[in-house]
């Protein structure tokens, strides 16, 4: 696994070598930002600048090939004016997920709300039912029935902060306060990290997609 303080450091350099005073924030988000990541992990990566063109993102890319594990580079790249119109829904996860390393996202985007919150949980709900349909359906896919169980785990995160207001950046922490079948789902995330085989499809399914039946009834 790379060393995040000192490849950190790294990508900073090159990105403001790149983009000097055009960048408006630097951040870390996902696995390597909340403490949670394995061995191939991906690298989620924050950048904002100030204006960003097809041009710019070729030149980003050729900076970041200069770098060490570029196989595991991701995350999210915009300009300052587009990551402002996003869906706010979307930003309520993007901002609590994001760990600042240069600049403040509070300079770009207002603070979520528990409107926000209340938004992506109905949109992370509606998104879980449908494509669970799907799978079962059609594709009967463990990898996507794992993908969709992460989206539960941001999705409970939400709906936790819209009860609370709080909100929890970690599984471990959200486990030890969830209870019935909000906490199945999270227990069955974790597992499903380990063990994705086939015999596990319907059952977990089934779990899934009755709770995310469940929120679209009471949201």
């Known amino acids: 696994m790379p060393d995040l303080?000192?490849?950190?450091?790294?990508?900073?350099?090159?990105?403001?070598r790149l983009f000097g005073n055009r960048v408006r924030f630097?951040?870390?988000?996902?696995?390597?930002?909340?403490g949670e990541a394995r061995e191939h992990s991906d690298i989620d990566t924050v950048l904002i600048t100030d204006i960003l063109s097809p041009d710019d993102l070729v030149r980003y890319r050729d900076a970041l090939d200069t770098?060490?594990?570029r196989e595991l580079i991701c995350g999210f790249v915009s300009d300052r004016r587009t990551l402002a119109g996003w869906s706010k829904a979307e930003l309520f996860q993007f901002y609590h997920d994001t760990v600042p390393i240069l600049g403040r996202l509070e300079d770009i985007i207002p603070v979520p709300n528990a409107d926000d919150a209340r938004l992506a949980v109905?949109?992370?709900?509606?998104a879980i039912y449908h494509a669970c349909c799907h799978n079962l359906l059609h594709a009967h896919s463990s990898d996507v029935l794992q993908e969709l169980y992460k989206s539960a785990a941001f999705t409970l995160q939400a709906l936790h902060f819209c009860r609370t207001g709080h909100y929890l950046r970690t599984?471990?922490?959200l486990q030890k306060v969830l209870s019935g079948d909000d906490a199945r789902v999270l227990a069955a995330a974790n597992d499903l990290r380990r063990d994705v085989s086939a015999d596990r499809l319907e059952p977990c399914s089934s779990l899934l997609l009755n709770w995310a039946a469940g929120l679209l009834a009471d949201f």
């Open 5 to 16: 303080s000192t490849w950190m450091p790294l990508y900073q350099s090159a990105v403001l």
């Open 26 to 34: 630097i951040g870390l988000q996902g696995s390597y930002a909340r």
């Open 171 to 173: 599984r471990a922490e």
């Open 67 to 69: 770098l060490p594990h």
């Open 122 to 126: 109905q949109n992370g709900a509606c």
